[in-house]
T-cell receptor, first 115, second 116 residues
């Protein structure tokens, strides 16, 4: 069985500060790992994806995430927050070889960016 | 490209009414799925389809019906609406392993449903 835990339902940072959103997963098989972003009143869109290649994954808008198997973590970071980063972020896991339709999502972390 | 299109965007129903949420994709993706989003619970899978004529249940299928007669369309039917079905519904499409973008879900903009 797979599961995803996102630590912190809300995170607040100042503009220009480091963004760190935490995600831990459990999976009985090698997983795909994802971060999706949801802007207000929109659907989710892919931020980045880990598929067992490089452990450090770079995504859109300056975000990146590092896969750490020993810690079963896939934390999302951005060196300098921008006001436009305010959104809800979802960590997700899917079994390798799956077409994505069995993706399991975390509860989400809402990021607030203060001027 | 329109991607994944959902209609309607907003709907209010009374308890016991039925309705259909429409979903269409123009990316020729094999897989389609329906999720519901509730505060603090992330997205939960309702039903999914791996191709025309093939559907299966997800985590929370009760009270919902689906069919897939074409690759493009995947409607979600609420048989007898209940207040517990008040939620935001998302349709998504994806590709199987071995194809470009495998595993990534492409989402519609959502349908916000309120059941009174």
């Amino acid at each position: 069985a797979q599961s995803v835990t996102q630590l912190g339902s809300h995170v607040s940072v100042s503009e220009g500060a480091l963004v760190l959103l935490r995600c831990n997963y459990s999976s009985s098989v090698p997983p795909y790992l994802f971060w999706y972003v949801q802007y207000p009143n929109q659907g989710l869109q892919l931020l980045l994806k880990y598929t067992s290649a490089a452990t450090l994954v770079k995504g859109i808008n300056g975000f990146e995430a590092e896969f750490k198997k020993s810690e079963t973590s896939f934390h999302l970071t951005k060196p300098s927050a921008h006001m436009s980063d305010a959104a809800e972020y979802f960590c997700a896991v899917s079994p390798l070889g799956d077409g994505g339709f069995k993706t399991i999502f975390g509860a989400g972390t809402r990021l607030f960016v203060k001027a | 490209n329109a991607g994944v299109t959902q209609t309607p965007k907003f709907q209010v129903l009374k308890t016991g009414q039925s309705m259909t949420l429409q979903c269409a994709q123009d990316m020729n993706h094999e897989y389609m799925s329906w999720y519901r989003q509730d505060p603090g619970m992330g997205l939960r899978l309702i039903h999914y389809s791996v191709g025309a004529g093939i559907t299966d249940q997800g985590e929370v299928p009760n009270g919902y019906n689906v069919s897939r007669s074409t690759t493009e369309d995947f409607p979600l039917r609420l048989l007898s609406a209940a207040p517990s079905q008040t939620s935001v519904y998302f349709c998504a499409s994806s590709q199987p392993e071995g194809l470009a973008g495998a595993g990534e879900l492409f989402f519609g903009e959502g349908s916000r449903l309120t059941v009174l």
